[in-house]
């Protein structure tokens, strides 16, 4: 299965600011997706990330609020843009391998 | 759209067997997963059900039954480390992969 680094793995910001979070996969895939766990609460996704291509939102998430990039087939990134303590959350990149989903360690976010 | 229930706590002791129960509803269904989350952690891959029946891995085995929307994961000779967070997730043609809501297990001595 894939192997996922994931960076920064915590990191504290002001309220109003922006934190891009990167994913770096070790071979390449066609579609990375992101997701955002809030404390205690099952994952959410956020958008599916291809390349060329882009980002698909679910439903409650916009381009301007979430930034995506995916400028090759083994990279992406997530801006968490103009932030408020409601965005404070585990953020999670993951990609569709042969056994199933392989996530990346996470990005614990703290607004304050 | 898809819809997934599953308990929100369970508690076992350490030796015991406990199941976890997971119903789904959803059209175009492609395959069940389930993966563990320690706090604090990734969530980490357990098993993938796509035709009904029992897949056993070890202490843990899981179970589809497509007809009726229901899985179970079981886990066998509970282990203190066994305490953590276990999601079932969907997979449907032309949805995308999504979670249900996670059942907190608690493992007692």
């Known amino acids: 299965s894939a192997v996922i680094s994931q960076k920064p793995s915590r990191d504290i910001c002001q309220r109003g600011t922006s934190l891009t979070i990167q994913c770096q996969v070790d071979?390449?895939?066609?579609?990375m997706f992101w997701y955002r766990q809030q404390p205690g609460q099952s994952l959410t996704l956020i958008a599916t990330?291809?390349?060329?291509?882009?980002?698909?939102?679910e439903s409650g998430f916009v381009i301007d609020k979430f930034p995506i990039s995916r400028p090759n087939l083994t990279f992406s990134t997530l801006t968490v843009s103009n932030m408020s303590p409601e965005d404070s959350s585990i953020y999670l990149c993951?990609?569709?391998?042969?056994?199933?989903?392989?996530f990346g360690s996470g990005t614990r976010l703290t607004v304050v | 759209g898809q819809n997934i229930d599953q308990p929100t706590e369970m508690t076992a002791t350490e030796g015991a067997i406990v199941q976890i129960n997971c119903t789904y509803q959803?059209?175009?269904?492609?395959?069940l997963f389930w993966y563990q989350q320690h706090a604090g952690e990734a969530p980490t891959f357990l098993s993938y059900?796509?035709?009904?029946g029992l897949e056993e891995k070890g202490r843990f085995s899981s179970f589809l039954s497509r007809s009726k929307g229901y899985s179970y994961l079981l886990l066998k000779e509970l282990q203190m480390k066994d305490s953590a967070s276990y999601l079932c997730?969907?997979?449907?043609?032309?949805?995308?992969?999504?979670f249900g809501p996670g059942t907190r297990l608690s493992v007692l001595p």
């Open positions: 993951s990609v569709r391998t042969g056994d199933g989903y392989t």
């Open positions: 071979s390449q895939v066609t579609m």
């Open positions: 990330a291809n390349q060329g291509s882009e980002a698909t939102y």
């Open positions: 959803t059209s175009g269904f492609n395959g």
């Open positions: 059900n796509v035709l009904d």
């Open positions: 997730a969907v997979e449907a043609y032309g949805q995308n992969f999504v």
